[in-house]
């Protein structure tokens, strides 16, 4: 069992910059994949990140490529999404999501969720 908490969510001007964290809980966490997705308002959730349970391998979606970087620390039981020259598009409530052998870009393939975070970028 993993518990997920999101938090560093907010509202930024675009432009501007967020780092979002997700602490874990569970002594099993270090080998799951992680990863984020966010939903906004009327739309299906979609992929954003995620990171292999080593670090060593990264995946981003297409519209936060060069802009978001994604990490972890396995000692601090934490993955981290460092967002920057957010966009108004990139408005959505955030998800942290852990998978211990999925497609890393497929949310059904994710065993366990956080609450969310909501991301608000004005223009």
């Known amino acids: 069992q993993v518990q997920l908490v999101e938090s560093g969510g907010g509202l930024v001007q675009a432009g501007g910059s967020l780092r979002l964290s997700c602490a874990a809980s569970?002594?099993?966490?270090?080998?799951?994949?992680m990863g984020w997705f966010r939903q906004a308002p009327g739309k299906e959730r979609d992929f954003v990140s995620a990171?292999?349970?080593?670090?060593?391998?990264?995946y981003y979606a297409d519209s936060v490529k060069g802009r978001f970087t994604i990490s972890r620390d396995n000692n601090k039981n934490t993955v981290y999404l460092q967002m920057n020259s957010l966009k108004p598009e990139d408005t959505a409530v955030y998800y942290c999501a852990a998978t211990a052998s999925g497609r890393p870009k497929t949310p059904d393939d994710y065993d366990y969720w956080g609450q969310g975070t909501q991301v608000t970028v004005s223009s």
């Open positions: 569970g002594r099993t966490y270090s080998t799951y994949a």
């Open positions: 990171i292999s349970w080593s670090g060593d391998n990264t």
